[in-house]
């Protein structure tokens, strides 16, 4: 059993929509939006915002691929694909749009919980690796500031790269406040002068 991750679901066939909402119930999943096409499925997304969104490729308005790239971009979340077509084209569009799984039909309950496990685990990993890239980048960005800060000390002071730094760490610490803020107040005292 599923720990009650709820579910939006889009089939544009209502049997086999009723069908795989029975199939997700069984393995504990709480399907809390359906939607016949893509837009649906998106609207649905964005309001309800569920853990995951199982959907057709092929459907009215939207399609399935189309509405996963939509949804990767406003509230990501594992996206799998159900379609009866194993054209390279569709799986091609599929890893384009971000989707997480991709099942052929009919689906079973046996095709269903490992697509399901899969897709919360790489996006689980994606979400590491995207956090991680953000972190760095603010890092990077850090380590620019306090550098362009500790250049402006050296020329200005006539400091070693040592002294400089030890200066910004001592007012760091004298203030209570981030080294970055630190260097920004240096930079900016720069331009003023």
Do not use: H, W
């Not at 994606?126 to 800060?149: H, M, N, P, W």
């Amino acid at each position: 059993m599923m720990d009650a991750m709820r579910v939006v679901i889009a089939d544009d066939e209502s049997i086999r929509l009723m069908s795989l909402k029975t199939q997700l119930e069984l393995l504990g999943l709480q399907v809390v939006g359906e939607g016949l096409n893509g837009k649906q499925a998106v609207d649905l997304v964005c309001r309800l915002k569920p853990d995951l969104a199982v959907l057709d490729i092929k459907m009215p308005e939207m399609d399935g691929l189309e509405a996963a790239k939509q949804i990767a971009a406003q509230n990501p979340i594992p996206v799998i694909v159900v379609t009866a077509y194993s054209e390279r084209i569709l799986a091609e569009r599929a890893i384009e749009a971000g989707v997480f799984a991709y099942i052929m039909k009919p689906v079973s309950e046996e095709d269903l919980l490992p697509a399901i496990l899969l897709a919360k685990s790489r996006f689980r990993e994606f979400q590491d690796l995207t956090q991680g890239i953000s972190d760095l980048r603010e890092a990077l960005e850090t380590r620019k500031v306090i550098e362009r800060a500790k250049g402006i000390l050296m020329e200005r002071r006539n400091l070693s790269e040592a002294e400089a730094f030890r200066r910004m760490q001592i007012q760091s610490q004298n203030e209570n406040k981030k080294l970055s803020e630190i260097a920004q107040a240096i930079i900016m005292a720069d331009r003023m002068l």
